[in-house]
């Protein structure tokens, strides 16, 4: 069953704060972030899996809670860069395949 | 240049024709992926394969077919029973399931 996304768009001033948030039905095993630029392929972001953790790398960061079988991706002080659209895609915990939520569109303006 | 590479860019296809988009990879996965994007929509996918000659179908499998005769390559064929073929069409490769997928260019498909 496909991830929940929300919101669903997010326009943003650099520099400033946003979280996107990813649940699903089911118990989970990973969460994957990708972001996709218009016309461009989906690039990876990272993975988070089982076990609660919490990962980042410059200004993006995520966390992963198995109890609430959610996921939220934090970017802080965005810059222009960061625009696009922003993609979760889980693992169940029973073995299904890697299943991508609709999206959430984010807009930096300068 | 190691890396998946999906051509064409652009692919026109003309009614009750069939089309093969090609997708190749020299990063030694087991797994490749075939997704299908329409206008602000995420991916669906419609095939995939962990292993060479075994494949099984996606969520949106009607209307197109694949083969893995190598590692390396995947084709998708789009066949004149997928009455709405117009997407952007992704190829993924990763090392197994539960691993970072990496996704090629992507091939733009457009109806005549």
């Known amino acids: 069953q496909q991830p929940v996304q929300s919101p669903q768009a997010v326009i943003l001033r650099e520099g400033e704060d946003a979280v996107i948030n990813c649940s699903s039905s089911?118990?989970?095993?990973?969460v994957h972030w990708y972001r996709q630029k218009h016309g461009e392929a989906p690039v990876f972001l990272m993975i988070?899996?089982?076990?609660?953790e919490q990962k980042g790398h410059d200004k993006i960061s995520a966390s992963f809670n198995e109890k609430k079988q959610q996921s939220s991706l934090y970017l802080t002080a965005s810059q222009l860069s960061y625009s696009g659209t922003y993609f979760c895609?889980?693992?169940?915990?029973?073995?299904?395949?890697?299943?991508f939520g609709t999206g959430t569109r984010l807009a930096v303006r300068p | 240049d190691g890396g998946i590479t999906q051509s064409p860019k652009y692919l026109f296809r003309k009614e009750g024709q069939n089309v093969t988009l090609s997708c190749e990879q020299n990063?030694?996965?087991?797994?490749m992926y075939w997704y299908r994007q329409d206008p602000g929509q995420g991916l669906r996918l419609i095939y995939y394969?962990?292993?060479?000659?075994?494949?099984q179908k996606g969520d949106i499998a009607e209307g197109y077919s694949v083969s893995r005769e190598k590692k390396e390559s995947f084709p998708l064929t789009v066949t004149s029973a997928q009455k709405n073929p117009t997407a952007f069409y992704l190829c993924?490769?990763?090392?197994?399931?539960?691993?970072?997928?990496?996704f090629g260019a992507g091939t733009r498909l457009s109806v005549l």
């Open positions: 993924a490769t990763s090392p197994g399931q539960g691993y970072i997928q990496y």
């Open positions: 089911k118990a989970l095993y990973s």
């Open positions: 988070l899996l089982k076990g609660g």
């Open positions: 895609g889980t693992e169940t915990s029973s073995g299904d395949k890697l299943t």
């Open positions: 990063l030694n996965h087991d797994a």
């Open positions: 394969s962990q292993i060479v000659n075994d494949f």
